[in-house]
């Protein structure tokens, strides 16, 4: 059996079994869900995190390509109580650390009472758990990552649905999910998505009807350019938002946002709407969460568990944003129609500046 140690912040190490090979260092952090173990790996917002399974068996219905959502694995390494063959060769593959045979019941639990913390992994035949020490040792917090939207965005321009006859969608790259843009793209638009550091000069150049702020990992702090494209088109363009969107678009309006203890990540997160009372199930994978939305953008949505805000909406100035992942790969499909939400203040803002210019 391969050896594998994970050390944890404060120096406390546990023995596993090694499953692929290598070392590595991030935030330790859990998924409840107990599907999409495909589409959780593949999602950018996992980037310079350890990614810990709460469900016990990983794997059982084997890795298929056309689940992904990107094109390689994001997080640096993955905790399971046990993972399948096939799921460890694609890690190993990949060149992903991975382990299992190891308590994730407890591991959960110090990560629900102590909050995320740093970890290091050390894997291989003759490793030791001075060698997981030593990457928890090196092991930088979330913040401290500052360029991480470097690291998960693309870095050029590509266009999708070129030929589409709906809105064109100017989606900034912060680490988007490719369902987000199949989402999109299903109803017709066209997305041109663009470099985390898009300027506002080269979003006017597309002269897009909607500005799109993506998901993505780390602090929203971080990403400085993308607030500030936020700034730029407030009041001139319709602008959206996903999961760090949603923190993007808050701190560009005046909100404020904070580092949650444990983070919201799994498929079963209940989301309440503040007008209908409707709670509806949503996919989530975010560390930071908006403390204090601002003066300009209402709290529409909360989550039901803690109270946080899910979505927050400014009709005055076409913006909409979710904190959860509505395109709900892999599921569940609850919150499917805020894509249409979105696309369809494209002719709502078109409408009301008509209204503005003939007054």
Wanted: with cysteine; net charge negative.
């Amino acid at each position: 059996m391969t050896d594998a140690y994970v050390a944890l912040e404060g120096g406390h190490v546990v023995e596993a079994r090694g499953r692929a090979p290598g070392t590595a260092r991030g935030e330790l952090v859990f998924t409840t869900a107990y599907t999409g173990y495909e589409e959780s790996l593949t999602d950018p917002s996992y980037e310079e995190q350890v990614l810990t399974f709460a469900y016990p068996l990983i794997g059982n219905y084997g890795v298929r390509p056309e689940r992904f959502e990107s094109d390689r694995v994001h997080p640096r390494a993955v905790v399971a109580r046990e993972l399948t063959d096939d799921v460890a060769d694609w890690l190993t593959a990949e060149g992903v650390p991975a382990v299992d045979h190891l308590d994730t019941r407890d591991l959960v639990t110090d990560i629900r009472e102590g909050g995320a913390m740093k970890c290091g992994i050390a894997v291989g035949d003759d490793v030791t758990p001075e060698d997981a020490l030593a990457e928890l040792e090196e092991c930088k917090t979330m913040s401290e990552h500052t360029d991480i939207g470097a690291q998960v965005s693309v870095d050029e321009p590509e266009v999708y649905n070129q030929t589409g006859d709906g809105a064109t969608v100017a989606l900034v790259d912060c680490g988007a999910k490719k369902s987000i843009i199949d989402s999109l793209t299903e109803r017709d638009a066209t997305v041109h998505v663009l470099p985390y550091d898009t300027t506002p000069e080269e979003v006017t150049a597309l002269a897009p009807d909607i500005l799109f702020i993506s998901n993505g990992p780390g602090d929203p702090a971080n990403f400085e350019a993308a607030v500030s494209l936020v700034e730029s088109f407030t009041g001139e363009l319709p602008i959206a938002g996903i999961c760090l969107g949603q923190q993007i678009v808050a701190r560009a309006l005046g909100g404020t946002t904070e580092k949650m203890d444990f983070g919201h990540r799994g498929v079963n997160q209940p989301v309440i709407d503040e007008a209908t009372g409707r709670v509806v199930m949503t996919t989530q994978n975010h560390g930071y969460t908006v403390a204090d939305p601002g003066d300009k953008l209402t709290v529409t949505q909360r989550n039901v568990n803690d109270d946080t805000p899910e979505g927050l909406d400014s009709e005055e100035l076409s913006i909409i944003t979710r904190q959860y992942h509505p395109e709900a790969n892999p599921g569940p499909h609850d919150s499917l129609d805020f894509f249409d939400d979105v696309l369809d203040m494209v002719g709502a803002s078109s409408d009301r500046r008509a209204v503005v210019a003939d007054d």
